[in-house]
């Protein structure tokens, strides 16, 4: 069903955004190796495995795979299709367990796992601080190479909450897999989970050229999403108190046409 997805889809985005490549070189052949990237839309997960020959698996949320109803049984299709593993996000922890197994699966088959250390999309097209829990722990637990990978311009292609892509060359850098044999049996030890990270995301970052902020996407959303909040509750203020003043200057007027002679 992947070569099938891979056909339908992949062939179709190559003829129609031509999206560059450089360091296709760095993909092994055959064995496993973690695909790291940094993650700017929705459609990187397909433009990646596109200009690949080999499979390329990355987690997905449990949502795409358990809708109900013959839209949801499409999406699941189509997801399975792509290479995307179901994991259920409903608890922090469990989310974190979850992806690091499914991860560990996919590379004691020898083949290749993708995941993006950022957690979730970059809400403004710059590079933040990797999480450890995953792709840390997956590395050192199956000793697999980490190769960093760029996507370059793919945000402007879907932005988010777009449904339609506009038509535009994207990029895709990787670069040389890293070992971190020398970290072996310390897949536990926090310190070291946070330096890996940190080594793949500074390879990401010059690959990509992206400006990196040292805090979690998750948390920069939020201090978007807080921004937005309180902008607007201030607009819906000001306006407010432009009401009421111009309110009290119409009843002025009114007092004094009244009070005139």
Do not use: C
């Not at 050192?140 to 777009?162: F, S, W």
């Not at 535009?168 to 330096?195: K, T, W």
């Amino acid at each position: 069903m992947y070569g099938t997805m891979k056909v339908a889809i992949g062939g179709p985005l190559k003829v129609a955004f031509r999206p560059w490549v450089e360091g296709l070189e760095n993909i092994p052949d055959e064995g496993a190796a973690i695909l790291a990237s940094n993650h700017l839309s929705f459609s990187d997960s397909f433009f990646l495995p596109a200009v690949l020959d080999r499979k390329v698996t990355f987690i997905a949320k449990a949502e795409y795979f358990t809708t109900p109803g013959v839209k949801g049984k499409l999406t699941a299709a189509f997801f399975k299709g792509a290479g995307q593993l179901p994991v259920d996000r409903s608890g922090a922890r469990g989310a974190g367990e979850a992806a690091v197994k499914a991860g560990i699966d996919v590379l004691e088959r020898g083949e290749l796992f993708g995941i993006y250390p950022e957690g979730t999309r970059s809400p403004d097209g710059r590079l933040y601080r990797g999480k450890p829990g995953g792709l840390a722990r997956v590395a050192l637990a199956t000793g697999a190479p980490v190769i960093p990978v760029a996507m370059i311009d793919t945000e402007k292609i879907q932005p988010p909450g777009k449904v339609v892509p506009k038509l535009m060359r994207p990029g895709i850098r990787i670069g040389r897999p890293l070992d971190f044999s020398r970290y072996n049996g310390m897949e536990h030890d926090r310190f070291v989970l946070r330096a890996v990270t940190d080594e793949v995301m500074y390879e990401i970052m010059k690959l990509s050229g992206q400006e990196y902020v040292d805090i979690y996407a998750t948390a920069a959303k939020r201090r978007i999403a807080d921004a937005a909040k309180a902008d607007k509750e201030a607009e819906k203020a000001d306006k407010a108190e432009k009401a009421e003043k111009a309110a009290k200057a119409a009843l002025t007027q009114t007092e004094k046409e009244q009070t005139s002679p």
